[in-house]
Structures are given as structure tokens and as C-alpha cells.
């Protein structure tokens, strides 16, 4: 059983469309968070999500938007991509409280734009 | 401005030997440390956590040390084994900042049979 999953694991699009990366988590988590490992490899949080309060990274633009329809989901939404979104997205979850912050990550959807 | 980085970026190591990863943050407010594995094709695997209150925790074979005074944590591998070859970054979180990690840009560890 996957306990994070994202889809797809590839997305090659043009500059300028719209699309969605999709994540479920089977964990009972609370928390849900992007990712982006950019050409560099460096991985930078783009948003960590619960259902009471949603935190942006100030460096994402706002073309990228996190959509929750409950609470084992979270999706990426990007409006008019551009060449630079070329990345791998991550998505994780967590469950937080007490002492417990791992974070599990899924596997990784490889977007590139053309 | 990277708070966490980890300033190898590869290591070689021989099988059955140690294999030692470093870390470094800036970030007094980081409150708990992490290390992730990651092998090509797949989401990093959390492999081993401390929290700020400690200096040392230990897990199997891989056990991680802090300095909090030198802001500098380390993972020790014993005894190390082809399997371990990955990437593991070095991550931090500050918990009142929504639990984001903060990851350092990886070390490639190459463990020789």
C-alpha cells in the first residue's frame, strides 16, 4: 500500500497552459506540503497545508496554488506555466503533535515545460 | 541565503567502515533536525530525526549528533553498506513556522563493496 502518492509521475506541457498534480495520502495525516527540487537538485518548501490554516512560501509565485477537497488530499494547481516550473514536485504529509515532525514523501512528479 | 547546508556534496566510503555526513544551519529558531535518504526516481525516506533538547540519538546503525553551540549536526553510518549509497539531505524545521522543511542540497554517499 502506498501511503503517499502523487499523479502523474510525468507531465511534459507548454509555456502558458494550466495543470494539476494530484496527492493522496493513506497515513491519517493532518498536515499536507509541496515541494520543488529544482535543476540544482536543492528541495524548497512551496506550501504546508492543515485544515485550519495554509502557509505559502513568499517565494512562490502566485501562479501556483495547493487545493484540499478533504483532508488525505492535496493538489498543485499552476496556472500559465512557464520554462522555469521545470522541476520534480514533491508531495509529503505529516501528522503533527507530540514529538513526531517526519514527514513522508511521495515520489515525485517530473514536470517539464516546453 | 541557504540556512542549512551541507558542504560535501559526495563521500566515498569502503563497506564496513564508517560513513560520516555533515550539516551545518544558521537558523538558531530551527528546534528539530532530520536526515532523509534519497535514491534517483523517488521521494526522499525519513531515516532518523533529534530534537533541539538533544545532542545524540541513535537507531540501528545510523545515529545523528547535534552541536547546538556550532550549529552543526552529523549522521553516522556503522558499519556502512552498498545499500546505504543514496542521497541524504540534512533537513530542519522550526515549529512555529508551520513544520516546512528546510533542506541543505544533499551529500552522495558511495559506499564500495
Known amino acids: 500500500d502506498t501511503a503517499v502518492s502523487q499523479t502523474p509521475k510525468y507531465l511534459v506541457t507548454q509555456m502558458g497552459n494550466d495543470k494539476s498534480i494530484k496527492c493522496e495520502q493513506n497515513l491519517g495525516h493532518d498536515t499536507m506540503y509541496w515541494y520543488k527540487q529544482d535543476s540544482k537538485k536543492f528541495l524548497k518548501i512551496m506550501f504546508s497545508?492543515?485544515?485550519?490554516?495554509?502557509?505559502i512560501n513568499e517565494t512562490v509565485p502566485n501562479r501556483f496554488s495547493p487545493k484540499s477537497p478533504d483532508k488525505a488530499h492535496l493538489n498543485l494547481h499552476i496556472n500559465s506555466l512557464e520554462l522555469g516550473d521545470s522541476a520534480v514536485y514533491f508531495c509529503?504529509?505529516?501528522?503533527?503533535?507530540?514529538?513526531?515532525?517526519?514527514?513522508?514523501f511521495g515520489p515525485g512528479t517530473r514536470l517539464t515545460v516546453t | 541565503d541557504q540556512q542549512v547546508k551541507q558542504n560535501s556534496p559526495s563521500l566515498s566510503v569502503q563497506e564496513g567502515r564508517i560513513s560520516i555526513l555533515n550539516c551545518d544551519y544558521t537558523n538558531s529558531m530551527f528546534d528539530y533536525f532530520l536526515w532523509y535518504k534519497k535514491y534517483p526516481a523517488e521521494g526522499p525516506t525519513f531515516l532518523i530525526s533529534i530534537s533541539s533538547i538533544k545532542d545524540k540519538n541513535e537507531d540501528g546503525r545510523f545515529t545523528v549528533f547535534l552541536n547546538k553551540s556550532a550549529k552543526h549536526l552529523s549522521l553516522h553510518i556503522v558499519p556502512s553498506q552498498p545499500g546505504d549509497s543514496a542521497v541524504y539531505f540534512c533537513a530542519a524545521l522550526n515549529y512555529n513556522a508551520g513544520n516546512m522543511l528546510t533542506f541543505g542540497g544533499g551529500t552522495r554517499l558511495m559506499v564500495k563493496p
Open positions: 509529503a504529509s505529516s501528522l503533527n503533535g507530540g514529538s513526531l515532525y517526519e514527514q513522508y
Open positions: 497545508y492543515n485544515n485550519k490554516e495554509l502557509i
